[in-house]
């Protein structure tokens, strides 16, 4: 069936080596968006020093830049977009609402309000609900774990204190059926860790202006599309508040479009997956 | 009076162990005379240089010599397998009893009753022993290795030399030791024989053992000493007693019940008498009226005519004193009497075999009882010229000078024997020939079952060559049923067995040439006991005795008359049980340096866990929620969370163990009640659960608090000991400890840490249950507590503050030698010592009014009488006391003595009142009352437990109600060792020490408060009263370094002083290590150094062959257990560390710890050496579960692979 839907991906995708395929495709591109970052985005990418593309104020414009130009090369044309995390704002690029290098700049912002706040850990559980994982978190106490991505109904990402996660992790552990492990991320995202970052970014958005949407754009905090008018607060938001990625899915389904509809952009296949686990959880 | 049979014996001499040859060698008239055996010349050299080397005598450089005499060459051989002796006990036996146990057990076996079933258990014991002062057994092993004291007990306790045997071979007849010295074997053959006239016992076993270390020098000589270690009594040339070594033992019987019996009979006790010289011109000198009063009395006791004698034993020691009084005595006594010229020979067995000091008596019997069998006067040995100082011709009495048939007197063969102790006990016993029985026994005919049996096959097949050299004589002889009687019913029946139905001397000398044992089966029914009889089918019995099985012969004893053949039995499996003295080298390293008394306190240190463990969610939990707090709810729904089993129990006004809401009141028996229900329930980990909340602010909420924490524990632990149950018993507190910043001071819960000091101790007295001690602060989440639960550490505590780690390290801290305030001991100053009037108090006072001039108040429960009436006090206990009072007195410091109870807050308050009008005000306090611990927790009573806390919780307190009150410069509370290093029975004593050690974290700033802990007082206080003030793993407290350290401490800052020295010397000292606290690097170094030292200095002077020495740390025992032969090196370590500590040379993979012989003190010691080796630790209890190598190696294996 016909593509209908383009799924980004988010930080967690990155990958040395990542942009090889692109990076000649669109030299100028490339070259303006390395001057405006300020660093070399080829030699970050392609050869990853000092590892700083697991440091999230490298991660989020350098994903972000490499799927752009990735869609920008193979993208059919669709009518729904979704972007985890990070990925949203290039559902927003190819929806629209804004250009190339704005879309670049807000993530520079984003990332950078971000890196800031970066303390703490996060860590995939597969294998519990969200409601499940939380009661375990309120049960042992962890009152600086949250849960930040329901990713499908038994594979949640938790953000908090690095040493209340390994607690948790080993104990969520225990349960062989539970599977755990911390991510390659460098702060505890979308948890109240972030508010810093919201505050922040909500002034630095409010000056600007956006256009509408031109695609049906999911938004990771309400699981619903984005509108003109909600376009700053779900993106400000979006930072310290949980990804509804299981939600924003169903939302799709329930439309009637079927999984094989969907297609990633990029080379991993992370939201690939999880979408086959969402699929048969109601088959 | 009765006659007495003597139907037994055996001897064990050097070189002569069998009667025969114990006949061949008095027939012969032969010495045992040689030299002292060199193995055993070094052992004694080593020890006794080692010896001078500690004494403050010098003694001349010479060259160690030894008497020549009759020694045995073998007395450290020995089977303590077949006595139920585990080696180490056999090594640290005294060689006297090792040799009775022997001895004994022959004798009874040539009487022909070894076989205990058929045994009448009213058998008597009586030994002749006399003690060995300065060279008993007991200095030997204490100079070896004075923490063998324990194992060693019973083995050198002189009533065992008799109560042992009865206790080995079951006979519950009168079980006795006399010390007479020389005479002392004689006199218990006398006390026997009127014990079997008197009816106290049916049957009778006699004996006595001699072993001696004949140093030759100056200051050992007693006098009587031959010149060359013959003895030749009677002779012109004899000039003293040769030493001999050996012993005997008889078997008594009534000749009645001997004759009815069917026993063998080789002479008969007619009676004796007993006298004492009195007063003679000196202590040691015989004296010929009292030997002559003797024999009288003895021939009246005997009811015979002196003039039917025609022998007499002679005491015969060949001093040139002895001989001629005893002949006197002889001569006084048979003066008024009709004899024949020469009718009386003389001889004495010392001239074959040396003096045997308290075995002599019995080694006279049996020469005496041997001449009456064989009917033979013997010639006396090494007699050449008769003293002529005797004058025996014109006397009844002449030397025996050449063995011929004995001829009798008036029919008679009658003997008397003789014997004179050293302290002027003498002894005659009158002796006669047995009489003819007749020769009639029912025959039996048809076939018989022969049956043949050893505890080993090493032993069997050395019997089966006695078989046939047995056989192979007598096969003449008609006796195939007494033969197979005899085996069946008088030989005891062991593990190798062999049986067959024969039918003529042929046959079973063909059966006995090639017999082959088969092990008696291990099954319960082959112990089935089976009613012998006559009408039995021989078969029938063959393949019940193959079997294992056991015969009871009640029937059989009953209606026959039993044949009675002396059938050869089979020999001990003897091995070298030689405790060996370690080399002449200082046992101390060289540059060894001892300590001295310092000061060590207990720190805390950041100890996080290795990683996040969850609680086993396959046992069973149970929350004992003392206080109804928030946390014990929380951790039983965190626990319950992760799939555990948790039953919670509230402490409420119901007793409810079965409904949903379980609770129990503050009552003992409901904790007993809740004990049952955990056992019941299998539960095995237990948690008790108290908080902080505010600490108390008046005596009724402490008592409270009291009650209901530490109450509460303690009923707890003392219902699961008793229980026997097998469990883990955390204690959770609140602010027990203190950790230095980490805590506001005033948040410090004393209560809490009494009840840490209770849990220490409950592992210490029992294996079943281990405790772990969890101190948290409120903030500390749930989850917290439940990973502790789930860590498997060896620390016995950890410490929260937040959620942050600590454990214990026990560490040195000086404040010995530094001053660090002002604080000081005032001129005119006020003292208060309670506990006062003891010797430590008043030491104390001493030493203050060394300082200066100060008043000095002590109290104590009772107090003193008044001063005005010290002038009629007599007691020594209380006059001592008034000494040291008048002594401090005379410094110029005023002293009184109140009589006040620690514990009565009015007593205390009113004492205080009373300071205060006298002196204005109370300067420092001593707080020195108390009495320790003395139980265990499962027999405390709540009353003891009480009278133990009560003066140091609550009389803590309440000193502390008045320190305001009377401007205290300090306060020093007299805590203890128990509180950090407890010992079994110290379980209240450690609680109340704790609460003080946390009193003083808690209070000690402006006004001094401290807690010192002390280590036992050598010279003075309760561990001299209690006598264990002997160094263990810390070496006692010389007062005056004592007094030091507490006047440094009054003027220094530390909340708490452990005051105390490790004894680093002693073995024991590896315990610390496994107590569950860590110790500081540079203690753990010295430990280990020491270790490395002691295993240094042992390997250089072990043998390898025969039994490893006590201390052997590399010694190699040998494995068996599996068919390959192959073991794994963790199976190795561990059965050396088994084998060094009991002592064992074999050791097969599946034995059983406890039914090795281990106890407490060798599992700690195994569990020691085995954490040095290996990163896995263990520890008792888990030793106890394992409880073989096999599993112990498997254990420790499998936990190093999954780490």
Partial sequence: MATKVLMFPGQGAQYKGMGKEVFNLYPDLTQEASARLGFDLVDLCLNNRDNLLDRTDYTQPALYFVNALSALQKAPDVPYCIGHSLGEYNALLYAGVFDLFTGLELVKKRATLMHQCAQGAMAVVQGKSPSELQNQIEIFGFNNIHVANANSATQVVVSGDREQLAQLLAVLTKNTKTKAFLLKTSGAFHSPYMKPAVAAFNDYLSDRTFNAPEKIVISNFTASPYTALNLKENLANQIAGRVRWHDSINYLLNTGLEPDQFQEVGNTEFLTKLLADIALETA | ?1203
Wanted: with cysteine; glycine share 6%; proline share 3%.
């Fill in chain 2, 1 to 1203: 009076m009765k006659d007495i049979a003597i139907i037994g014996m055996a001897v064990d001499l050097p070189n002569t162990k069998s009667l025969e040859a114990f006949w061949k060698l008095i027939s012969e008239a032969n010495t045992l005379v040689g030299e002292f055996p060199e193995k055993r010349q070094e052992q004694a050299i080593k020890h006794m240089r080692y010896r001078r080397s500690r004494s403050a005598h010098s003694f001349k450089q010479e060259r160690e010599s030894f008497h020549n005499g009759c020694f045995l060459n073998d007395a450290e051989m020995f089977d303590y397998r077949f006595f139920n002796i585990t080696p180490k006990q056999a090594q640290t036996m005294d060689p006297h009893q090792r040799l009775l146990l022997k001895t004994f057990y022959r004798a009874i076996d040539d009487a022909g009753y070894a076989n205990k079933h058929f045994r009448d258990a009213e058998t008597g014991v009586f030994v002749g022993f006399a003690s060995n002062p300065g060279n008993d057994y007991t200095t030997y092993i204490n100079d070896v290795d004075p923490t063998l004291g324990q194992v060693a007990l019973t083995g050198n306790v002189p009533c065992m030399l008799a109560n042992r045997i009865s206790h080995f071979l079951d006979l519950h007849g009168p079980s006795t030791i006399v010390d007479s010295a020389c005479s002392a074997s004689l006199v218990a053959t006398l006390n026997a024989v009127k014990a079997i006239q008197a009816g106290d016992c049916r049957m009778a076993m006699v004996g006595g053992a001699r072993l001696c270390t004949p140093i030759a020098d100056q200051s050992s000589k007693i006098g009587i000493e031959s010149s060359d270690g013959k003895t030749r009594t009677f002779d012109a040339r004899a000039d003293g007693t040769g030493l001999g070594e050996g012993s005997g033992a008889v078997v008594l019987k009534s000749l009645d019940d001997a004759i009815a019996d069917g026993d063998n009979i080789y002479a008969v006790l007619k009676g004796g008498a007993i006298n004492h010289d009195g007063f003679t011109e000196s202590l040691t000198t015989p004296d010929a009226g009292a030997q002559s009063k003797l024999l009288e009395k003895a021939w009246a006791n005997a009811g015979i005519k002196p003039t039917d004698i025609s022998y007499i034993e002679a005491h015969g020691t060949a001093t040139k004193v002895g001989d001629p009084i005893e002949i006197n005595g002889l001569k006084k006594a048979t003066s008024a009497y009709d004899f024949h010229q020469h009718q009386v020979a003389l001889g004495t067995v010392k001239t074959n075999i040396g003096h045997l000091f308290e075995a002599s008596g019995i080694l006279s019997v049996i020469k005496v009882a041997l001449m009456l069998q064989h009917k033979s006067l013997v010639k006396t040995a090494n007699f050449v010229t008769e003293n002529p100082l005797l004058n025996l011709d014109s006397s009844p009495f002449f030397i025996s000078k050449e063995t011929r048939d004995w001829t009798p007197v008036n029919s008679k063969y009658l003997a008397g024997i003789s014997a004179f102790g050293l302290g002027g006990t003498n002894c005659h016993v009158l002796i006669e020939a047995a009489p003819q029985t007749s020769s009639e026994t029912e025959h039996y005919t048809g076939p018989h079952l022969f049956t043949c049996s050893a505890p080993s096959l090493q032993s069997f097949e050395r019997l089966k060559q006695d078989w046939i050299d047995y056989l192979s004589t007598r096969l003449a002889d008609d006796n195939l049923a007494a033969i197979c009687q005899t085996q069946l019913l008088r030989r005891q029946h062991h593990a190798f067995r062999t049986a067959k139905v024969v039918s003529s001397m042929e046959e079973l000398m063909a059966f006995v040439s090639h017999m082959s044992p088969t092990q008696r089966p291990n099954q319960p029914e082959a112990h089935d006991v089976f009613e012998l009889s006559n009408s039995m089918n021989v078969s029938t019995i063959q393949e019940h005795y193959l079997a294992g099985g056991l015969f009871s012969y009640e029937k059989a004893k009953q209606h026959e008359r039993h044949l009675y053949v002396k059938t050869p039995s089979p020999s001990f499996d003897e091995v070298d049980c030689l405790l060996r003295f370690p080399d002449d080298i200082s046992l101390l390293p060289p540059n060894f340096e001892r300590d001295g008394l310092v000061t060590f306190c207990t720190r805390y240190h950041e100890k996080p866990l290795p990683g996040v463990n969850l609680p086993d969610s396959s046992l069973k939990y149970l929350i004992l929620d003392i206080e109804g707090s928030a946390k014990a709810q929380e951790l039983s729904t965190i626990l319950s969370a992760t799939g555990c089993d948790v039953t919670r129990v509230e402490v409420g006004n119901t007793c409810d163990i079965t409904g949903d809401n379980k609770s129990v009141r503050l009552v003992e028996t409901d904790f007993s009640d809740l004990a049952t229900f955990v056992k019941q329930e299998g539960i095995s980990q237990i948690i008790h659960v108290t908080h902080s909340g505010e600490s108390a602010d008046n005596t009724e909420a402490l008592n409270a608090d009291v009650n209901r924490k530490l109450n509460s524990l303690f009923w707890l632990a003392k219902a699961l000991i008793t229980q026997s149950h097998k469990c883990r018993l955390t204690v959770l507190t609140e602010n027990a400890r203190y950790i230095e910043h980490k805590m506001a001071k005033d948040t410090i819960n004393e209560v809490n840490a009494s009840l840490i000091g209770l849990g220490i101790v409950i592992p210490r007295e029992t294996p079943f249950i281990s405790v772990k001690s969890i101190d948290i602060e409120p903030s500390t989440p749930a989850r917290t507590i439940l990973f502790e639960l789930g860590a498997n550490t060896t620390q016995r505590m950890a410490v929260y503050r937040g959620d942050i780690r600590y454990t214990e390290v026990f560490e040195y801290n000086d404040v010995i030698s530094s001053k660090y305030s002002d604080c000081d001991i005032r001129e005119g100053g006020t003292y208060l010592i309670t506990g006062g009037t003891g010797d430590l108090g008043l030491a104390v006072a001493q030493m203050l009014a060394e300082k200066s001039c100060v008043n000095i108040v002590l109290t104590s429960r009772r107090g003193l009488p008044a001063e005005a009436d010290w002038s009629d006090i007599h007691e020594e206990e209380i006059l001592s006391k008034i000494a040291k009072i008048r002594s401090v007195q005379a410094l110029g410091s005023k002293v009184l003595v109140k009589a006040v109870d620690a514990s009565d807050r009015d007593s205390v308050r009113q004492l205080c009142q009373e300071m205060i009008g006298s002196f204005g005000k109370i300067d420092g306090i001593f707080h020195a009352a108390g009495i320790p611990g003395t139980g265990l927790i499962s027999n405390r009573s709540q009353k003891q437990f009480d009278d133990v806390i009560q003066p140091k919780i609550q009389g803590t307190y309440f000193l502390s109600e008045l320190i305001e009150e009377v401007s205290l410069d300090f306060l020093v509370l007299f805590s203890s060792v128990a509180a950090v290093f407890p010992t079994a029975g110290q379980s209240d004593y450690s609680a109340a020490n704790s609460y003080m050690d946390a009193f003083a974290a808690k209070h000690n700033g402006k006004v001094r408060i401290v807690s010192m802990q002390w280590c036992a007082w050598k010279e003075i206080g309760m561990a001299v009263a209690y006598n264990t003030q002997h160094d263990l793993t810390f070496k006692s407290i010389p007062t005056e370094q004592g007094l030091d350290c507490l006047y440094n401490a009054i003027r220094h800052t530390p909340n708490h002083i452990f005051v105390g020295e490790v004894n680093y010397t002693d073995k024991i000292v590896d315990i610390l290590k496994n107590l569950g606290i860590d110790l500081s690097a540079d203690i753990l170094e010295k430990i280990d150094h020491r270790t490395t030292m002691r295993t240094n200095l042992t390997a250089l002077t072990a043998e390898t062959e025969d039994l490893p020495t006590h201390s052997q740390s590399n010694c190699q025992c040998t494995l068996t257990g599996r068919s390959d032969g192959d073991y794994t090196a963790m199976e190795i370590v561990v059965a050396n560390s088994w084998a060094e500590s009991l002592g064992y040379e074999e050791i097969d993979l599946d034995d059983e710890f406890l039914q090795l012989g281990g106890e407490s003190i060798t599992a700690l010691s195994i569990v020691s050496a085995i954490n040095n080796e290996s990163s896995v630790k263990i520890d008792v209890a888990l030793l106890l579960e394992l409880s073989s190598v096999r599993n112990i190696a498997a254990y420790l294996t499998e936990e190093l692979e999954v780490a």
